[in-house]
Nanobody, 119 residues
Framework: QVQLVESGGGLVQAGGSLKLSCTAS????????MGWYRQAPGKQRELVAS???????NYADSVKGRFTISRDNAKNTVYLQMNSLKPEDTAVYYC?????????????WGQGTQVTVSS
């Protein structure tokens, strides 16, 4: 059973930094694109950043220059380094990955980790 487990959320003051991690486990053959999404109260879930298996990245305009996504394929882990955090970055952050398992390919989500940025 494929699982994604996130860590690294918390409370930080505006201008501060946090680093999120997400590790995939459980019958994995290949991991394709991995990404981070976020959902603030009353808003739709939105893409923050994504990274392909060969390292091509994509960012939401609102985080360009402040956030960096990276991955360690040997550890089945994706990271999100968040710098210069703003109160509007407050949200639940979800990891997403497209994974080839033993019998199928599918998209998987982590449980979410809360990021709160105080002004």
């Amino acid at each position: 059973q494929v699982q994604l487990v996130e860590s690294g959320g918390g409370l930080v003051q505006a201008g501060g930094s946090l680093k999120l991690s997400c590790t995939a486990s459980g019958g994995i053959f290949s991991i394709y694109t991995m990404g981070w999404y976020r959902q603030a109260p009353g808003k739709q879930r939105e893409l923050v950043a994504s990274i392909t298996s060969v390292g091509s990245t994509n960012y939401a305009d609102s985080v360009k220059g402040r956030f960096t996504i990276s991955r360690d394929n040997a550890k089945n882990t994706v990271y999100l380094q968040m710098n210069s955090l703003k109160p509007e970055d407050t949200a639940v952050y979800y990891c997403n990955a497209r994974i080839r398992g033993a019998s199928s390919i599918g998209g998987y989500w982590g449980q979410g980790t809360q990021v709160t940025v105080s002004s």
